[in-house]
Structures are given as structure tokens and as C-alpha cells.
């Protein structure tokens, strides 16, 4: 089992930064591919960024490259998501996801690939 603690969320106005962090805890976090998903009200939970294992290859949801991005350490067993130039429509419950995998670079983007989630942190932009 790995547990999955997500902090950092808040209200913020548009056009501003938000920090997300995920902590790990009962297995060895380098081998885990570590995911971003997020959830709007009334809305299916989207994929927004993932690292692997290594932190060596990081993908990203299209619409949110140059806005998100994703870092990982794997002395301190966290993940991160910085966030800049924050919309409205960013607003959603943001969660992270973790995968076991032996692959270097394997980094799935669907919900369905993850085996273990936090219990997520609710990030609200106003305009």
C-alpha cells in the first residue's frame, strides 16, 4: 500500500500561483510513476501532468503546458505541482495518483492505470 497526502490548495484569484504537494508514505516512492488528476464539479476527473519514476520524463495535458508543472523528489518521497497564471476553470478537486512500475519511463495517463490515490485538495480560482 502507499498512502497519498495532498496539501496546498487554497483559493486564489485568477492569474495567480498555487503549489501542490503530494507526500508518500509505505513503499519505495522511486517506483512509483506519479500522476496529477483533477476533478470539477459535475465533471469526469481529467488527467493534468504526470513524472516518472526517476523524474526523467514529465507529460503534460495539452491545454496546460507552460502553465503546470511537475516535479518530483524522491529523497523527501513527494511530488509537486506548481501552478502559475491560474484560470477559473481550473478550479477542481486536484488529486495524486501513484502506479507501481519497473519501467524507467512508463507514465500512463488514464485513471484506470492507478492504484492508489490521495483524498485530495481543493483548489479554487476566482476571476
Known amino acids: 500500500q502507499v498512502q497519498l497526502v495532498e496539501s496546498g490548495g487554497g483559493l486564489v484569484q485568477a492569474g495567480g500561483s498555487l503549489r501542490l504537494s503530494c507526500a508518500a508514505s509505505?513503499?519505495?516512492?522511486?517506483?512509483?510513476?506519479m500522476t496529477w488528476f483533477r476533478q470539477a464539479s459535475g465533471k469526469e476527473r481529467e488527467f493534468v501532468a504526470t513524472i516518472s519514476r526517476s523524474g526523467g520524463t514529465t507529460y503534460y495535458e495539452d491545454s496546460l503546458k507552460g502553465r503546470f508543472t511537475i516535479s518530483r523528489d524522491n529523497a523527501k518521497n513527494t511530488v509537486a505541482l506548481q501552478m502559475n497564471s491560474l484560470k477559473p476553470e481550473d478550479t477542481a478537486v486536484y488529486y495524486c495518483?501513484?502506479?507501481?512500475?519497473?519501467?524507467?519511463?512508463?507514465?500512463?495517463?488514464?485513471?484506470?492505470?492507478?492504484?492508489?490515490w490521495g483524498q485530495g485538495t481543493q483548489v479554487t480560482v476566482s476571476p
Open positions: 495518483a501513484a502506479v507501481f512500475t519497473l519501467e524507467t519511463d512508463y507514465v500512463p495517463t488514464h485513471r484506470r492505470e492507478y492504484d492508489f
Open positions: 509505505g513503499r519505495t516512492f522511486s517506483n512509483y510513476a
